[in-house]
């Protein structure tokens, strides 16, 4: 009796196992849905939409297995063929497959014939592209990833305005959206006194365009007689038709007279080029069409995304592109925040009150009251010939457009195909690394991403047909103040540009600033925070959050922790002393913390026994006041802090109270892969604080932002070295970007003075990994956040993970700490609720 009960027992654990496996193997699964315009008129745009959003699923399942998150995403994706009535079918397929999140459409007229049903049935729409002011509705489950044809009406309006026409003949396709843009820019020019005239219509179905351009010139000569072709313009409002439209007009010499400007519809098209009658008419009429494009992250951010794109598609993509691939990160970390819920009214929900933290490669998305985007800019675009006698599109003027208003440019950033050089030539960008010493690990990761970086600015003067490449001339300093001298004055010589990646050390860089501030050249440093560097009108930017952030973010870190005693073990040079220095400052006069006399020792230092026994004497008489819990050791160190754990592991009152590090040796691979090292840390709780731009809290908003791009980054970083990014890596890409930008926009050949002004200007335009790169009058950040990492098992396995934030808020004052706060780190995502395992037993 009872060997049958234990083999009933076994097939009833057995069916439980498999029923559990199966259910969670289903329930993990995040599908959305796509309907994107695979072919038709709009063809040669959605298959870019195709690959960015394919991209963007491969990229998130590539998080999801770095994070350890139990999920899977899949996008359903379906052919709209840009025909309204296919749209409709293919969302009505999506829906009996149970999807409620679904991109695109991607035309206004596929969103207009979808938005019932998709209201009706819990359907979230969420549209890359589409503009129609006519789907401007508040509360309904439409929502746009860019303005509304009224902000791209005001843009064409105000350029036609600039350039002195009075009087518009538009060609318009008859749909929603030819109707929606027609109609707003209509309204827009006459109230401003211009003349709009009741568009030349046709059905978007028709492939013979003769009668209707033959119906536009005859108006464009009406018009030309009355006002003179100089104040008279055509409006064309097409798609993938442009280009037969262009080659029909070019017949008619009234036609090619008069300035044409377009839409965001045919704005980037390939054919168009491909076609060399129409690109030579585009050429001819001055032919200027807008597109939108957010105003953060900047150009490095997107364009490494577009040169990933391209070398998997082997063709350029668009900002749009790049905003349906938000849209897939975006709907995958709705359904987790929403623990796949069914509910779509949980899920809508869910959507709305994350949206604010979703930060994209298209930037942050602010919605106004009908869904649609409220915040930009708009570039225009024209065609020109290349030296190879082809053609390309290339940026001309740009407006900023606001949530209530719209103001001209020109934008402080902008970078034309015709800023890329045509020379052949190789153009160094010089780094002072510490690939060894005692900041080796540090300099090892930074040239990794130094090398990321210059792949990626090169692969932009690549698909911009420029000769020109970025080599990288490294130096090592080992870590030491007369080496980096003698390094710098040896690369004086061969500096092809004035800017140089590093030192990465403060005591290094307050040996250099001299030399440097004499000979002309800049120094981007992503790592030194001495205080004592932040001096204005000097040739050193740092691209990092200085000591005196860094120290309130201990203190605070402190007082959470109960902490009421603090022994400081400090390195002897300008960073250990400066940081100390900071710590003094903020617990003077605290009633909280009893911060003690530091113990020091040199840089050089080999035997850390006496310094082992001092210490260990504060804190035995700390102890004895506070008692051991409330008894805190605050490591200020390089990388020799492993050989420190290696002695204090021995001593029973070091290793009995806990231990607080810094930057410097924040989440060091020498103590994760020592296995006594760990216990160390393990045992002590050992917590650093380093500058986390991966925990970025954009302000005025709820909660750390998410941004894709970022999370991309680290995969990338560890791809490429086996390990996430250092601290400093972030400020290591930003600077050789914004050094190649300013090139770009200076000129490569540029004088010293030249660089050195537009370097801040564009710094102060550019969000880059770090965050935005807007810098004080001392060339140092003032925002952003620190992170508290420490040491933790999971699966057998040792790493480094949050415990808290610090976080410093952009544009405040020196001493304005109000917008200044501490938190513990909370996991983005909670955990499957168990709830959603049905358990059952089959008799």
């Known amino acids: 009796m009872n060997h049958l009960k234990l083999h009933f027992l076994a097939a009833v654990i057995f069916v439980v196992i498999v029923s559990v496996s199966a259910f969670s193997q289903s329930t993990n699964e995040i599908t959305l849905g796509a309907l994107a315009p695979l072919s038709g008129e709009y063809s040669g745009q959605g298959q870019i939409y195709k690959d960015a959003m394919e991209l963007a699923v491969e990229d998130f399942n590539a998080y999801l297995a770095r994070e350890n ?3 899977h995403l899949t996008v359903r ?72 044809d009224s902000r791209q009406a005001g843009v064409i309006v105000n350029d036609l305005r600039q350039r002195g026409i009075t009087k518009v003949i538009s060609l318009s396709r008859d749909d929603d959206f030819g109707r929606s843009l027609s109609g707003a820019a209509q309204n827009l020019l006459s109230q401003a006194g211009g003349d709009y005239q009741n568009p030349i219509i046709y059905d978007p179905a028709i492939t013979d365009f003769s009668q209707m351009v033959a119906t536009l010139n005859q108006q464009v000569e009406a018009a030309v007689t009355e006002v003179g072709s100089a104040s008279t313009a055509v409006h064309l409002i097409a798609f993938g038709e442009t280009k037969d439209i262009f080659r029909l007009a070019a017949d008619y010499p009234a036609l090619s007279s008069v300035f044409w400007c377009g839409n965001d519809g045919v704005t980037g098209d390939q054919s168009v080029l491909e076609d060399s009658a129409a690109a030579e008419f585009a050429v001819s009429t001055r032919f200027s069409s807008p597109a939108y494009a957010p105003m953060s992250p900047s150009f490095q951010i997107r364009e490494e995304l577009k040169r990933r794109l391209r070398e998997k598609t082997n063709r350029e993509s668009n900002d749009m592109a790049v905003s349906a691939y938000d849209s897939v990160w975006l709907g995958a970390w709705t359904y987790m925040d929403a623990q796949l819920t069914d509910d779509f009214s949980i899920l809508k929900q869910v959507f709305l009150e994350k949206l604010p933290r979703f930060y994209g490669y298209f930037s942050t998305i602010i919605l106004n009251t009908a869904g649609d985007r409220s915040l930009g800019l708009y570039h225009f675009y024209s065609i020109e010939k290349t030296e190879t006698a082809g053609y390309r599109w290339t940026k001309d003027d740009q407006y900023c457009v606001l949530v209530r208003n719209m103001v001209m440019g020109p934008y402080p950033f902008n970078v034309n195909p015709t800023d890329f050089p045509s020379d052949t030539r190789e153009f160094a960008i010089s780094a002072l690394l510490p690939l060894t010493g005692s900041l080796a690990s540090a300099g090892q990761s930074a ?20 000769g020109l490449r970025i080599r990288l001339q490294i130096e090592d300093t080992a870590t030491d103040p007369a080496q980096t001298l003698t390094r710098l004055q040896a690369l004086k010589s061969s500096l092809d540009s004035p800017f140089v990646i590093g030192p990465f050390d403060s005591a290094s860089l307050e040996t250099v600033r001299s030399y440097a501030n004499e000979n002309q050249i800049i120094l981007i440093s992503p790592s030194s925070t001495a205080p004592s560097l932040a001096i204005p009108d000097d040739n050193l930017f740092r691209f990092i959050l200085g000591d005196v952030y860094q120290a309130e973010a201990m203190t605070a870190l402190w007082q959470a922790e109960g902490i009421q005693a603090v ?17 003094h400052a903020k617990t003077i006069g605290s009633e909280s913390t009893h911060f003690m006399d530091g113990v020091h020792y040199d840089p050089d230092t080999t035997d850390f026994a006496p310094i082992m026994n001092a210490l260990s004497q504060k804190i035995s008489d700390a102890a004895a006041q506070y008692g051991r819990a409330a008894v805190a050791v605050q490591l200020i160190s390089f990388e020799e802090a492993a050989a420190i754990f290696s002695l204090a592991k021995q001593n029973e009152i070091l290793r009995s109270v806990r231990w607080f590090g810094c930057d410097a040796n924040n989440r060091l691979e020498i103590i994760r892969q020592n296995p006594e090292l760990t216990e160390f840390a393990l045992q002590t709780r050992f917590t650093t604080s380093a500058f986390s731009p991966e925990l970025y809290v954009e302000f005025g908003r ?14 990338l970083s560890q791809q490429a070295q086996g390990r996430e990014p250092s601290a400093y890596d972030y400020g290591v890409y930003d600077a050789i970007w914004l050094a190649a930008l300013t090139h770009l926009v200076a000129g490569w050949d540029a004088s010293f003075e030249s660089l050195k002004q537009q370097f801040p200007l564009i710094a102060e335009n550019n969000v880059g990994y770090c965050g935005p790169t807007n810098l004080t009058p001392d060339g140092d950040f003032n925002h952003g956040s620190f992170g508290f990492s420490e040491l933790k098992l999971e699966e057998n396995d040792r790493i480094w993970a949050y415990s808290a934030l610090y976080f410093i808020g952009i544009g405040l004052r020196d001493n304005e700490e109000s917008n200044h706060f501490f938190q513990y780190y909370e996991p983005d995502f909670p955990p499957i609720s168990s709830s959603a395992v049905n358990w059952e037993l089959y008799w």
Request: glycine fraction near 6%; hydrophobic fraction near 45%; proline fraction near 5%.
């Open 69 to 71: 998150y139990p999920y």
């Open 567 to 583: 022994a400081p073990i400090v390195r002897n040079d300008l960073y250990g002393n400066e940081l100390l220095a900071a710590l």
């Open 77 to 148: 994706l379906e052919d709209t063929a840009t025909d309204p009535a296919q749209a409709m079918g293919k969302l009505q397929e999506l829906a009996q497959a149970g999807i409620r999140y679904v991109i695109g459409p991607f035309t206004s007229g596929c969103v207009a014939a979808v938005k019932d049903f998709a209201d009706q049935n819990g359907i979230l729409i969420i549209s890359p592209s589409s503009t129609a002011v006519s789907l401007a509705i508040a509360d309904d489950n439409v929502f746009r990833l860019v303005p509304d």
């Open 447 to 466: 040239r990794q991403i130094l090398e990321m970086a210059k792949d990626d600015v090169n692969s932009l003067l690549a698909s911009n047909n420029s």
């Open 702 to 715: 709820s909660g750390r932002s998410r941004r894709n791009f970022v999370e991309n980054f680290i995969t």
